[in-house]
């Protein structure tokens, strides 16, 4: 059972950045894809923003955005800590969400708690 804990969120003005990260409980090098969704205020559903494949599956290492972040967003990770990363740049209030990180591995989908970002001036 693999455990995800998000950190970094908080709240930060217009243009400003913050770094995401999602450390899990054991090593996800196997996992299919790896991911970060969000959650904005009073809306159920969470949206995919940001997706990396991995390594081995086809295409592994590549990387793919929601339109609304490309460009802002990059999502990385460091496989010897086991730790998933979201760089957010030039935030807007728009990027205001709970944002959680997803690893989908054979068979399962791990859920991270979740971590809150507001973009507020």
């Known amino acids: 059972q693999v455990q995800l804990v998000e950190s970094g969120g908080g709240l930060v003005q217009p243009g400003e950045s913050l770094r995401l990260s999602c450390a899990a409980s054991e090593s996800i090098n196997s996992a299919l894809f790896m991911r970060w969704y969000r959650q904005p205020p009073g809306n159920q559903q969470r949206e995919l923003v940001a997706s990396l494949t991995g390594d081995y599956q086809t295409g592994s290492g590549s990387t793919d955005y929601v339109d609304s972040v490309r460009g802002r967003f990059t999502i990385s990770r460091n496989k010897a800590k086991n730790t998933l990363y979201l760089q957010m740049n030039a935030l807007n209030p728009e990027d205001t969400a709970v944002y959680y990180c997803?690893?989908?591995?054979?068979?399962?989908?791990?859920w991270g708690q979740g971590t809150q970002v507001t973009v507020s001036s």
């Open positions: 997803n690893v989908l591995m054979p068979g399962i989908s791990y």
